[in-house]
């Protein structure tokens, strides 16, 4: 039943890798004539944020995966500390997800920080003006570049097939 869960995982992981791979080939329209900047733009954004959105549901299916390695069978975790509720904080799979979740450059980390980035507007960008012109912030979002996104990709990758590995071997 797990393997099934491993698929689905498998599959979001690889319908993200795909949408993240066209961003690095151009893109062309009919008769061989490229599409315009805002075109390539809206284009780029709707590949970054599909593949973010995959992530993430790759990460809310892991979480299933893992109640239903532990025979839970209807329950669906949303989070990290609802599986920890249904399956006690006891499990090897707990105990690297909370460490992965407190390290801060960690592929869990990363997609917290997508996710919150994701579920809301962006913020407003203050104008410059002579009396504000003295700070310079840089944008202090998650990283969304491709290189990013494929790492954590990656990451997730490696986590579910090694639980997968763990578990098949039982």
Not at 108 to 122: C, D, K, T
Request: charged share 30%.
């Amino acid at each position: 039943m797990a393997s099934q869960w491993h698929s689905l995982v498998s599959q979001k992981l690889f319908l993200a890798r795909t949408l993240l791979g066209q961003l690095d080939q151009p893109t062309v329209e009919g008769e061989g004539q490229s599409p315009n900047e805002a075109e390539q733009a809206l284009r780029r954004e709707a590949a970054i944020q599909g593949a973010i959105e995959l992530l993430l549901r790759s990460r809310k299916l892991l979480l299933v995966m893992i109640a239903r390695l532990y025979q839970r069978k209807s329950e669906e975790p949303a989070t990290l500390d609802e599986l920890a509720s249904m399956i006690g904080a006891e499990p090897n799979e707990i105990g690297r997800l909370r460490e992965l979740e407190k390290r801060s450059g960690s592929w869990w980390n990363h997609m917290e920080q997508l996710e919150r980035s994701q579920s809301r507007p962006p913020e407003t960008k203050k104008t410059v003006s002579a009396e504000n012109i003295i700070a310079v912030s840089a944008d202090s979002g998650p990283d969304r570049s491709s290189a990013a996104l494929l790492k954590t990709l990656s990451a997730v990758k490696h986590f579910a097939d090694d639980l997968e590995d763990q578990h098949s071997e039982w």
